[in-house]
């Protein structure tokens, strides 16, 4: 069976589901595929142990590692995709973020369009993601306007951090968080479980809420859920997609539209195009570059926690942000990182972390959950976050079987383990004991902020993908998810996917 659209938009999240929304207005028949469902508004959402322990919303399916063996990605198969679990961090890049910028092991490359080119349309993303926020605090911050809400206020306990932490003569700013209608009946509660859970009352800035649902409302577009698309079939000269296979109801349906844009992340874009080899692609499809899959980073992150003797009152602590190490500058003469409180951990949370653990000869796992709660509930959790950089030995293929291999050894470690210490000192000045035992690092197995694989640039040799997002090789195929980010930065990726998104609306609503 065959049906025909105009625009066929594979993928829901911050890239699929903000393009879709873009276009809904233009009149064109719009094809929405997700391979995941609505996820279920109901009590699991905010609990600990459902998202947790249980995995009830975590993609079942097993990736391998660069030695073959499986793991669980913490991935999301859902409308709104991983954006259903965001922590609504919603960062620009700097202004240096698009030039090349030295780091500690190499280079970070310059992208081909400069912030300048995207300013308009992170102003419009920001207001499509109602994002709050503040300028004049954040010594990296590039040029911005008024945010269009301001930023969540601190809870008392952050705002005591806050003056603390400017005694240090450091300058703390408050996170850009997309939070829904603070204060009013049904919108944001400012909660414990914001981070990596679900909304229960839709009140986070995910792609489903501010994006999907809406341009669905338009006669023109249709959403298919539960629905894969398998493979993109180019027509017999290779030079354009005739044509996507998606699995649906037990059955598998062609869909042929004019334009076709590939919004899975970086991964399974990657693994899509890779599994839609041909004749005329026999690498992969758009994979003339040799580039489809290669360059995967995902940033390198540690969550510290810095332990009092008195309990934490604050529910909402993610709100902070410290980029005075983002740069090159008197601590380092290369770019460290940035540093943000996050959510509150939960006792089960930091159980099935910390169950691994050995410290001075114990086994962590000994240790009981009502143990663990004593310890969260003393605790303020914090992310160091340190861009990676493009390698094209770290890469996204395919087993033989078709599975999905993530072959990733990372670098730039010299300059995270640099920001930790750093971290570590601010937590001890702070009054926090032992700040260097309670730390966790995700390692090569971090899926979360994934990018890089489907570069863009002007040269078809050296990326996949135009300025555009439109496939080198492939005339009516463009990739909108991080998949195009020519380096990691090292600010959540969110709001670039949804900026570029935009853009890249405008641009084909120009050729529709």
């Given at each position: 069976?065959s049906?025909?659209y105009d625009?066929?938009?594979i993928?829901?999240g911050?890239?699929?589901g903000?393009?879709?929304h873009?276009?809904?207005?233009?009149?064109?028949?719009?094809?929405?595929v997700?391979?995941?469902?609505f996820?279920?508004?109901?009590?699991?959402n905010?609990?600990p142990?459902a998202?947790?322990?249980?995995?009830r919303?975590?993609?079942k399916?097993?990736?391998?590692?660069e030695?073959?063996?499986e793991f669980?990605?913490y991935t999301h198969?859902?409308?709104?995709?991983?954006?259903k679990?965001?922590?609504c961090?919603?960062?620009?890049l700097?202004?240096e973020d698009?030039?090349?910028?030295?780091h500690a092991?190499?280079?970070s490359?310059?992208?081909p369009?400069?912030?300048d080119?995207?300013?308009?349309?992170?102003?419009?993303?920001?207001r499509?993601?109602?994002?709050?926020?503040?300028s004049g605090d954040d010594?990296t911050?590039?040029?911005?306007?008024?945010?269009p809400?301001?930023?969540v206020?601190?809870?008392?306990?952050?705002a005591?951090?806050?003056?603390q932490?400017r005694?240090?003569?450091?300058h703390?700013?408050?996170?850009?968080?997309?939070l829904l209608?603070?204060?009013?009946?049904?919108g944001?509660?400012?909660?414990r479980?914001?981070?990596?859970f679900?909304?229960?009352?839709?009140?986070?800035?995910?792609?489903?809420v501010?994006a999907?649902?809406?341009a669905?409302?338009y006669?023109?577009?249709?959403?298919w859920?539960?629905?894969?698309?398998?493979r993109?079939?180019?027509?017999?000269?290779?030079a354009?997609?005739e044509?996507v296979?998606?699995?649906?109801?037990?059955?598998?349906?062609?869909?042929t539209?004019?334009t076709?844009?590939?919004?899975?992340?970086?991964?399974n874009?990657?693994?899509?195009?890779?599994?839609?080899?041909?004749?005329q692609?026999?690498?992969?499809?758009?994979?003339s570059?040799?580039?489809?899959?290669?360059?995967?980073?995902?940033?390198l992150?540690?969550?510290l926690?810095g332990v009092?003797?008195?309990?934490?009152a604050d529910d909402?602590?993610?709100t902070l942000a410290?980029?005075d190490?983002?740069l090159a500058?008197?601590?380092a003469?290369?770019p460290l990182?940035q540093?943000q409180s996050?959510?509150?951990?939960h006792?089960i949370?930091?159980?099935?972390?910390?169950?691994?653990?050995?410290y001075?000869g114990?086994e962590m796992r000994?240790i009981?959950l009502?143990a663990?709660?004593?310890?969260?509930?003393?605790?303020?959790d914090?992310l160091?976050?340190?861009?990676?950089?493009p390698d094209p030995d770290?890469c996204?293929?395919?087993?033989?079987?078709g599975?999905?291999?993530?072959?990733?050894?990372?670098n730039n470690q010299r300059?995270?383990?640099m920001?930790v210490?750093?971290l570590?000192e601010?937590?001890?000045?702070?009054?926090?004991?032992?700040?260097?035992?309670f730390?966790h690092m995700a390692?090569?197995?971090n899926t979360?902020?994934?990018?890089g694989?489907l570069v863009?640039?002007h040269?078809?040799?050296?990326?996949?993908?135009?300025?555009w997002?439109?496939a080198?090789?492939?005339?009516?195929l463009?990739v909108?998810?991080a998949?195009?980010?020519?380096?990691s930065a090292a600010?959540?990726?969110g709001?670039?996917i949804?900026a570029?998104?935009?853009?890249v609306?405008?641009?084909?609503?120009g050729?529709v």
């Amino acid at each position: 069976m065959s049906q025909g659209y105009d625009i066929v938009v594979i993928g829901s999240g911050a890239g699929g589901g903000t393009i879709a929304h873009a276009l809904a207005p233009s009149g064109a028949r719009i094809l929405i595929v997700e391979r995941g469902d609505f996820v279920p508004q109901e009590d699991a959402n905010w609990s600990p142990e459902a998202v947790w322990k249980d995995l009830r919303y975590r993609a079942k399916e097993l990736w391998l590692d660069e030695r073959g063996r499986e793991f669980n990605p913490y991935t999301h198969y859902n409308v709104g995709g991983n954006t259903k679990f965001w922590g609504c961090v919603l960062y620009r890049l700097r202004r240096e973020d698009f030039q090349d910028v030295p780091h500690a092991d190499g280079v970070s490359p310059a992208w081909p369009i400069d912030y300048d080119t995207l300013a308009p349309y992170y102003d419009r993303a920001e207001r499509l993601y109602q994002v709050r926020g503040a300028s004049g605090d954040d010594p990296t911050e590039p040029p911005h306007g008024p945010y269009p809400f301001p930023p969540v206020p601190h809870a008392p306990g952050m705002a005591r951090l806050a003056d603390q932490l400017r005694a240090q003569g450091l300058h703390p700013s408050p996170l850009p968080l997309g939070l829904l209608n603070l204060g009013d009946p049904g919108g944001c509660r400012l909660c414990r479980t914001c981070n990596s859970f679900v909304c229960r009352i839709h009140a986070k800035s995910d792609a489903d809420v501010v994006a999907v649902r809406p341009a669905t409302s338009y006669p023109n577009v249709t959403l298919w859920t539960n629905a894969l698309a398998r493979r993109l079939i180019t027509d017999p000269s290779g030079a354009a997609v005739e044509a996507v296979e998606v699995e649906r109801a037990g059955a598998v349906e062609r869909v042929t539209a004019s334009t076709v844009i590939v919004s899975c992340g970086a991964v399974n874009s990657a693994a899509l195009l890779l599994r839609s080899a041909s004749g005329q692609h026999p690498r992969g499809l758009a994979n003339s570059s040799g580039l489809v899959g290669r360059r995967y980073m995902a940033h390198l992150a540690t969550m510290l926690e810095g332990v009092a003797w008195g309990k934490n009152a604050d529910d909402f602590q993610k709100t902070l942000a410290i980029n005075d190490f983002y740069l090159a500058g008197p601590h380092a003469p290369f770019p460290l990182g940035q540093i943000q409180s996050q959510g509150r951990t939960h006792a089960i949370m930091a159980k099935i972390t910390g169950d691994s653990w050995v410290y001075k000869g114990i086994e962590m796992r000994h240790i009981p959950l009502w143990a663990y709660e004593q310890w969260v509930s003393r605790a303020t959790d914090w992310l160091a976050m340190t861009e990676d950089l493009p390698d094209p030995d770290n890469c996204v293929r395919l087993a033989p079987d078709g599975r999905i291999v993530l072959d990733v050894r990372q670098n730039n470690q010299r300059a995270h383990a640099m920001l930790v210490d750093k971290l570590r000192e601010i937590l001890a000045r702070l009054g926090y004991w032992s700040p260097k035992v309670f730390a966790h690092m995700a390692g090569t197995k971090n899926t979360t902020h994934q990018c890089g694989t489907l570069v863009f640039g002007h040269d078809p040799r050296a990326s996949v993908l135009d300025p555009w997002c439109r496939a080198h090789d492939v005339a009516n195929l463009f990739v909108v998810d991080a998949s195009f980010f020519p380096s990691s930065a090292a600010v959540n990726p969110g709001l670039t996917i949804a900026a570029q998104a935009l853009r890249v609306a405008d641009h084909i609503m120009g050729a529709v």
